[in-house]
């Protein structure tokens, strides 16, 4: 009966040391675990750090690589326009002293296919030569120098917008606009 007691004490001295073997194994991995982990946790640090002092490089630290001349504004793609071009050739004065004679044949441009702004320009063909030329001959011949073109095209274009009923001029194109002294 000894020898059965004494493999009785045995088996549970060995299940006993097994569990201690157990935790003594998981103690001993806890630190390499921890080890590895402060290991990766460093490159992921040193990586995300090198990633942005590259970026901030690349970038000059937040310009943009293309820059856009100021005096040029950029325009992006550009719409494309039905245009109206059987306005005559119109001819007037300036309110200089003494006057200057204008010349100037422009086209209209309107949005693609607007069948009733093509109408509308027609049918108002007469009330619009009228005004273009009421419009010029209450200018200066400085206002009609190149240098103030474009102010003078929009300020036309706007003018002229508020005469239509429908149609919408998107653009106006000179092919002539001259001055001469008198």
Known sequence: MSDTDDNID????????????????????????????????GA??????ICVITYR??????KSQTT??????????????????????????TKDTPPYSV???MVLGYDLNNATAATELTSRLVE?????????????NADLQPDKEEMLKNDLMEKMNRLLNTAKIRAI?????STMEM
Do not use: C
């Open 44 to 49: 992921l640090v040193l990586v995300i750090t």
């Open 173 to 177: 194109y000179f092919r002539q606009l």
């Open 128 to 140: 619009l030569q009228d005004f273009i030329r009421n419009y010029f001959s209450n200018k200066f």
């Open 68 to 93: 856009v001349p100021e005096n040029e504004a950029y325009v992006g793609t550009r719409p494309t326009y039905s245009y109206f071009s059987a306005l005559p050739v119109i001819r007037t004065n």
């Open 103 to 105: 010349i100037v044949e």
């Open 57 to 62: 490089i690349l970038n000059q630290s937040g």
């Open 10 to 41: 045995l088996g549970e001295d060995e299940d006993a040391g097994s569990k201690k073997k157990k935790s003594a194994g998981f103690a001993i991995l806890l630190p390499n675990l921890l080890k590895f982990a402060a290991i990766g946790l």
